[in-house]
Every structure is written in C-alpha cells, then in structure tokens.
C-alpha cells in the first residue's frame, strides 16, 4: 500500500509536447511538494501546496503548473517541454510543514527529446 | 539565506570502518535538520530528524549550532549503507520549505 505515489515512472516525450504527472498520498497529510532532481542528483524545491493551497513557488517558469484539487493530490502539468526539463521529478508530503520531515514518491523520470 | 553544503561528493570507506558525512548549514533562525538516504534505484528515505535524537540502522547525527553542523555518523560502516545520503534543512516554525544539500554518495568498500 504506497504511502505516496507519482504516475507514470518513466516519461520520454519530444520537445515542444504538454505533459502531466500525477501525485498521490494516502497518509493524510496537509501538504505536498514538487521537487526537481537534475543530473547531479541536486534536489531544489519547485512548489509546495498545504490544504490545496499554493505557499511556495520557487520561480519555477510558467510552462510549469501544479495542481492540487484536493489535498490528497498534487499534479504537475508541464507545457512546452524543453530539453532543459530533463530531470527525475519527486513528489512528497508532510504531517503539516516541513518540520516533521517528507514521505518521498518514487520520482518521475522525464527525458525530453 | 538558508543554505546546506555537504562539502564531499563520494566518500569511499572500508566495511567495518567509521564513517562520518559532514553537513554544514546557514540559517538565521531555528533550524530542523534532517538526514535522508536514497538507495540504488528507491525513493529518497527519511534517516533522521535531529529533534528526534534518534538512531536508525547505527546512524547519527548530533546538532553543533556553534559549528552550525550536522554530521552523520556511524562507527562501524556496512556494504548495505552504500546509499547516496542528503543532508536537509527546513525552517522552523511550521515552514513549507526544505533545502537540501547537494548529496554525499557513500561508498562502502568489501
């Protein structure tokens, strides 16, 4: 039983195509995040959404947008792809803020073409 | 501004020898650090919370806010701890934001 759970694994799509991944945790947590991991395995925080709220959005481009229609479910719509968006894309949540620590999904890896 | 730097990219031990991830952080205020390791091909996990003063599988990590360190450690390292390890900084208080560091990818040796 997945705790948090991120769909699909694996997306490999051409530059210029629209894309979504879904985000689902059965933990009850309040908030959820999206997090980036590039080539070096660095982690930067894109947006975080507490009660289907969104509290942070780290300057990530417009072509990037998260949606969360309850707060069971987050997901990441990606318009435009660019090469530059290749990367493996986490999904996580918390009790309340960050203080209590994450419950990570499996991750995304998006190869863009 | 909140910045985590984990100063080693590999650290390559021998089976049965110490090790010790090193983890400075930059925070004005009260910091929650954390420490989390994600295996070959798994999600990332949640090691430890340093409020929690735990150990988990022989790891841990003691808060110096004189040396705003947060180094993990463990006395006796074993092949199954070969992991890539991420220290992670959240601001206190009930913020929605946490910084992680670049990552140490730990390396042990048979």
């Known amino acids: 039983d997945t705790a948090v759970s991120q769909t699909p694994k694996y997306l490999v799509t051409q530059m210029g195509n629209d894309k979504s991944i879904k985000c689902e945790q059965n933990l009850g947590h309040d908030t959820m995040y999206w997090y980036k991991q590039d080539s070096k395995k660095f982690l930067k925080i894109m947006f975080s959404y507490n009660n289907k709220e969104l509290i942070i959005n780290e300057t990530v481009p417009n072509r990037f947008s998260p949606k969360s229609p309850d707060k069971a479910h987050l997901n990441l719509h990606i318009n435009s792809l660019e090469l530059g968006d290749s990367a493996v894309y986490f999904c996580?949540?918390?009790?309340?803020?960050?203080?209590?620590?994450?419950?990570f999904g499996s991750g995304t890896r998006l190869t863009v073409v | 501004a909140q910045r985590v730097t984990q100063p080693e990219k590999l650290l390559s031990v021998f089976k049965g020898a110490p090790v010790e991830l090193k983890c400075n952080y930059s925070y004005s205020g009260s910091p929650e650090l954390f420490w989390y390791v994600q295996y070959s091909r798994q999600r990332l996990q949640l090691l430890l919370r340093h409020i929690s003063r735990e150990s988990i599988k022989g790891f841990t990590a003691d808060l110096n806010k004189g040396e705003t360190s947060f180094h993990l450690k463990k006395p006796f390292a074993q092949e199954e701890d070969s992991a890539m390890y991420y220290c992670?900084?959240?601001?206190?208080?009930?913020?929605?934001?946490?910084?992680f560091g670049a990552g140490t990818r730990l390396f042990v040796k048979a």
């Open positions: 996580a949540s918390s009790p309340g803020g960050s203080d209590y620590g994450y419950t």
């Open positions: 992670a900084l959240a601001s206190g208080g009930g913020g929605f934001k946490t910084i």
